[in-house]
């Protein structure tokens, strides 16, 4: 089976990555993200896992290279089995000190990035009649946060995008899945004075995802939401 996973050199992504490695012998990844060192880093321990993965380097704000991306996969290794949106960036700021270009950077990163990455794949997926796609969304596609105009915009239009994929592709086997993570331990709290035990661990998000591709063709986990025991932070 093929992955690819975007968002991939750390957090959450690196986590969705290995926990497919760990579940899956046949697994191949591909690993997209800007970060090549990071990359190799988890193709590492993909490769410990006995998975085979495909170092990626690329810029998901960049259309032409998610198509060449795109390209790549599909010459070694065919239409992908699963794809995971999950290349994102938080960059808090209240509306009085959020900039337009701030606000466009989110609005790239958070969504334009799923939907450039989502036309990659899915035509092929759509001529095969089979694949899945994940979009890694977040309480905050949910609710409101003071400060983050930019991310919760960016989010709840991620949300939007992944339902009328789900809609326009439910009568051709492509299964959507939307998932929305409360505070989770990656490098997004570096930093904060957080106890680290407060926030859900990565793995936790990724064996979610794992779980809903390994459910029968017969059902779709269309969203699941996951937050930290205690609540929000």
Same mark, same amino acid.
């Given at each position: 089976?093929? /992955? &690819? ?6 957090? *959450? +992504?690196? %986590? *969705? %990555? ?10 191949? *990844? ?19 896992? +006995? ?21 790549? &996969?599909? =010459? /070694?290794? @065919? ?6 949106? =999950?290349? @994102? ?5 209240? !509306? ?10 989110? /609005?790239?990163? =958070? ?17 095969? @009649? ?6 890694? %969304? ?5 609710? %409101? ?12 239009? !991620? ?22 993570? +409360?505070?989770? $331990? ?7 004075? *957080?106890?680290?035990?407060? !926030?859900?661990?990565?793995?936790? /998000?990724? =064996?979610?995802?794992? $779980? ?22």
């Amino acid at each position: 089976m093929t /992955i &690819v996973v975007t968002g991939a050199s750390q957090g *959450i +992504g690196a %986590a *969705i %990555a290995e926990a497919f490695a760990t579940q899956y012998d046949d697994a191949r *990844i591909a690993l997209v993200a800007r970060s090549t060192d990071k990359l190799e880093s988890v193709a590492d321990t993909c490769r410990d896992h +006995g998975a085979t993965p495909l170092v990626c380097p690329t810029d998901v704000t960049d259309d032409e290279a998610v198509a060449a991306m795109a390209e790549r &996969v599909r =010459n /070694i290794w @065919g239409t992908p089995d699963v794809v995971v949106n =999950n290349a @994102g960036a938080f960059t808090p700021a209240p !509306l009085s000190e959020l900039t337009a270009d701030g606000f466009r950077s989110q /609005i790239d990163v =958070n969504l334009t990035s799923a939907f450039v990455v989502t036309q990659a794949f899915l035509p092929s997926m759509r001529e095969r @009649g089979s694949g899945h796609l994940f979009y890694t %969304a977040s309480v905050a596609s949910l609710q %409101a946060y003071p400060g983050n105009a930019g991310y919760c915009a960016s989010k709840h239009g !991620l949300r939007g995008l992944a339902r009328v994929v789900r809609e326009e592709t439910k009568d051709e086997d492509v299964r959507v899945t939307t998932v929305f993570p +409360g505070a989770t $331990h990656t490098p997004t709290w570096d930093g904060v004075d *957080i106890d680290a035990e407060r !926030l859900m661990p990565a793995e936790d /998000i990724a =064996n979610t995802v794992v $779980h809903a591709y390994a459910l029968s063709d017969r059902t779709v986990m269309e969203e699941v939401l996951l937050r930290p025991q205690q609540g929000d932070v």
